[in-house]
């Protein structure tokens, strides 16, 4: 088989049984990799109604056809388990080395049930796994843990995916991390890895676990070509100044949530801007295995409170939104901090900002009083309280505990009102694209399994306008007006089931993506053929994208999960944002609802309770799921 | 523009005016050509409710973008019109030379609106157009008329599109021929020609009206490797023996509908097969405009009662069955006579045969007489009886006139229980693909907005194999029990939309569709592409097929026909077929009920009416025709 080893690893924490799975390549074009691939396990393997923190929830991992491979995007891997934030599917895709490396090892997916009883870690290498003893690393920061792991390995190259701190906490935003600075951030995954004591997985493997490629010369030829049309590219943008590039001008257009999401305008964004990150902090641009993009920023402060080490990395876009607008602040310093300690102690920099927005406007109102935050004057704009606080969440001290649930929970457990603050979608905090500009993205949000997600459809015709790349997909009229209308609705849908897709063969929407892309999809469709020397055509992998959401929307429902789930912040409808250039929007509850019929039915799904119907299913391949589901 | 001229010409026979509407590329991307094009004119510019032979009935004809360009399968011609034969939307497509010489007459389409007082014809060149008296070929034959408007233009090269006496007498069930031997046969569309005293369009053009191809070299490449690779592709097969190739094999696996389907074997089978053509009275094989593949029969018979002449050309399959087998005669002479017959008076050999065979069955079992005849002996094996009435029915002479309606009007105008031996659907005669075996394809005759159609979709999954094509559209695993359960459904669907697409792209399903194919379906989008310079993918092509099956189903649900217009001839239900491989089998209406609420939701339509949604309309970029349908 081409692209793929056809291994896939099951472990089993309980007992330290590893066992090697050889699926048929039949099985790898249905479900592709990536997300399709571990929820098929995930629902496969798991009994409905499993707390996520218990023995039988599945954490699946897997990579898709192209990883390892010499062409940009590639290197992504994708982590599925029940999520402890949001009781319903969780889903998150990470990049840089170690998804690569995962191939390198000989593993095309890694499916793990069980609970140890003693921290350990999973060391793959060339073709070969292995359980450790991890007692000696557990309760370390990232960066550490790689550096007494390489020790203790003895083995220069190899790639490390691990829990911090936080993860062995159950932060319930907790991420999983890799290079100490990437992550499968959100949907809490890492608390979940931290709750079956493992702390890493190891990967490291030789030229002969390099995955095959079916037509080298054509993959040749499209990475030589991406190298030569990058600059020309609308990747080339997140090239020079990474994801944060679109700081100023979503803040032009009041589209920079700020002040928990109180408006659209934040008076300090010039400050913490991707330029001024260029100009006064970056010390260096870093990239995924095989990328020529380069969209990574690697940061450095040397001197004053805030002192950062490059090997965290650098803030992207939503981390210097969350920590910064969010909570008012202005300081790039702090924030660049805060992004060091969610690399360091393995946290969601989204929830995590995001849910220290809300606490600080419960306290600000009143809500919230020192006696709850440990004394810290938890007000917008208090930068020290905010750095204070990603600390203590990490570590669930004091206040931090409370903060450690995110959000939605923490306002459960403290009432008195906090609830009206929360900004958050089926639990997990919205992130900084803002549906009062972006509408279909805005229908996304409410309708995403695994919660408000920008990564998961194109943000909206009217907002970024990109005809030629859209035709492919049929999408060549975008509507300019700010209403969920039916065209708005399929727009939505669709890309919904691009990004799906682009999730499954698991590569980077910066590269394959409509909006920022070297690649189009047309390419895409190119590059893994090239690869696995099938014939897929652009139609078989949007189907595959549809078959990966029915996947996730089964999950949910077999959770019970459906409809009723599938809104956005009260907040969006009941009051208007204030200030910038989106001054006065407020969002409809009714748009809203009228929208998601139209979302259900153009995705064949029961439009009163928003779950998949039998026929949908099967239509996707997925007869066994219905079965499931007593369909 | 590549591919198209951008120039459609109008026709309003009541005024005699001519005007040229030059629509934006956008609109030729959308609704590509063929089917849909003519749709949207039939949706936009006719009134609900309207009857057939009114001058309010629009006749439209287009070609697609591939017309006249050198690659196989490309010169067809869609004409869609209100079908006289079923009330609802008519749609039928020709191949031959006249789809190109169209294209290179300067035109993509013709629109025709109104009823001419005196027979006219439009002579259409080098991008003129003007309409000419007609009196002088009125009630003559399809080739008299090429001969004497050839002798009146002086135009050597000159392709003529044409209603015979049949359309000019309004047979339910007449054709549009060109070349006198290729037909739009189903649907009667022949008979709004005639209706509207439109005795004939005559194309030629120059070679500077030759469409222009945005990568010529790229086309090249397609159609030499075409050539070269005809000799082991399925299309070999037609190539050889043309479509009657398949005549022993259905007959073999009981799937030869015979006495007006009894019977799904014909003891006679061998003396009307493809072979046996191709030794006794094959003169040559036809082929359309830069068509390699070579699928029509050219016969000639010298001596004898039944002398045949090539001009006419050589019956089809379909022919050969409807005269054959479901009148249960096996004299291939009698059945070429007939099919002579049919091309020289313009009539559906389908419908033509199958009223027929309706009729003898009738008339074997006493519910009609030689009173009603004419005295003419109407029994099954009667080969001469069986010509007789071919001719009586153009001529609507006699019983004749009764049998120009078709069988469910005729039934209906009869009484005395006829019904019951009418196998059509929405009053269209089936054609000779038998639902019993194939499951998928009964339920497209069902749910098919012109009535029951066998090149609307693909035939079974279960009967004839090729998971390597249908892999491109996500169709790899076809399901062998002969139930419709959702698989096979799903594959009902994803193939109709694909053959909609064909008749809109308007290519040869022989040349480009999943069965017969010399190009696969991504080649199709390959040669578009090459052809046109758009960046078209299968999806954005899936699409247009979906676009244009919305608009044939919105048609019908503005003249206030659904979902219960969609069965099957409930002699299917009633009785078991007899003798022969298939005996004892029949259908379940419980099931196609069953089926079709899977098919309808896969559509995004209404389950309980059939109907499209506004979400759905909205969806394929039909807002206008939601508007239209009040949604």
Chains 1, 2 share one sequence.
Not at 414 to 420: A, K, P
Not at 502 to 529: I, K
Not at 558 to 585: C, M, V, Y
Not at 600 to 623: C, F, I, K, M, S
Request: proline fraction near 4%; charge should be neutral; aromatic fraction near 10%.
């Amino acid at each position: 088989m081409y692209g793929f080893h056809g291994r896939i690893l099951h472990v089993d924490l309980t007992t330290g049984e590893l066992r090697v799975e050889i699926p048929e390549e039949a099985f790898y074009r249905k479900y592709m990799g990536g997300s399709a691939l571990c929820l098929y396990y995930l629902l496969r393997d798991m009994p409905a109604g499993v707390d996520p923190f218990a023995a039988e929830n599945v954490l699946a991992m897997a990579v898709g056809p192209m990883a390892g491979v010499p062409i940009s995007g590639q290197s992504r891997l994708t982590v599925a388990a029940k999520s402890p934030l949001t009781g319903m599917v969780g889903d998150s895709q990470c990049g840089g080395y170690f998804p690569a490396e995962l191939k390198f090892a000989g593993f095309d997916a890694v499916i793990i049930r069980g609970q140890a009883r003693r921290p350990v870690y999973l060391w793959l290498h060339d073709g070969e796994a292995e359980l450790r003893d991890a007692s000696h690393l557990w309760d370390r920061v990232t960066g550490e843990v790689e550096d007494l792991i390489k020790e203790e390995l003895g083995v220069k190259r190899l790639e490390v995916l691990q829990v911090g701190p936080a993860g062995e906490n159950r932060v319930r935003f907790a991420a999983i991390m890799n290079m100490a600075n990437r992550a499968n951030g959100r949907t809490g995954m890492g608390a979940v890895m931290g709750s079956k004591r493992l702390k890493a997985i190891v990967a490291t493997g030789s030229n002969r676990w390099k995955p095959k490629v079916a037509h080298p010369d054509r993959l040749k030829g499209m990475a030589r070509w991406g190298a030569q049309h990058l600059d020309s590219s609308d990747a080339a943008g997140l090239a020079l100044f990474g994801t944060a590039v679109v700081t100023v001008p979503q803040n032009k257009v009041g589209g920079l949530p700020t002040r928990n999401w109180q408006s659209g305008y934040f008076e300090g964004a010039d400050q913490i801007s991707g330029e001024r990150m260029y100009e006064e902090i970056l010390k260096k641009r870093d990239t995924c295995y095989g990328c020529v993009v380069r969209c990574k920023r690697v940061v450095e402060i040397t001197d004053g409170r805030y002192q950062v080490h490059p090997r965290y990395g650098g803030p992207e876009y939503e981390t210097l939104a969350t920590f910064g607008a969010y909570c008012g602040v202005d300081d790039l310093e702090a924030i660049a901090y805060a992004n060091q300690l969610c690399n360091m102690y393995g946290m969601d920099t989204i929830s995590c900002g995001a849910t220290i927005a809300w606490a600080m406007e419960c306290f600000e109102v009143g809500l919230l009083t020192k006696e709850d935050t440990d004394g810290v004057e938890l007000r917008f704009g208090n930068a020290e309280a905010m750095v204070q606080m990603v600390e203590k969440i990490a570590k669930r001290e004091g206040f931090g505990h409370i903060l450690a649930e995110g959000s939605a929970r923490a306002a459960q457990l403290i009432g008195r009102g906090t609830e009206q603050f929360v900004v958050a979608v089926k639990g997990q905090e919205v992130p900084a694209h803002m549906p009062h500009l972006k509408r279909s993205l805005g229908l996304i949000y409410a309708v995403n399994p695994f919660g408000a997600d920008h990564q998961s459809s194109e943000h909206d015709p009217a907002y970024v306008q990109y005809p030629e790349r859209m035709a492919t997909l049929d999408l060549k009229d975008p509507v300019a007006p700010k209403v969920l209308n039916g065209e708005k609705v399929t727009f939505a849908v669709r890309t919904q089931w691009l990004y799906s897709a682009l999730d499954t063969v698991n590569v980077c929407q910066f590269v394959f993506g409509p909006a920022w892309q070297l690649y189009d999809a047309l390419q895409l469709v190119e590059a893994l053929n090239a690869i696995t020397g099938w014939n897929v055509s652009l139609y078989e992998l949007m189907e595959v994208g549809r078959r990966r959401l029915n996947l996730l929307r089964a999950f949910n429902a077999r959770e019970g999960f459906g409809r009723e789930a599938d809104t956005l912040p009260k907040r969006f409808f009941k009051e208007a944002l204030r200030g910038g250039k989106s001054d006065g929007i407020r969002l409809s509850e009714a748009e809203l609802e009228q929208a998601k019929d139209v979302y259900y039915a153009l995705n064949g799904w029961d439009v009163a309770t928003g779950n998949p119907t039998r026929a949908t299913l099967e239509g996707v391949g997925l007869a066994w799921v219905a079965d499931r589901l007593g369909l």
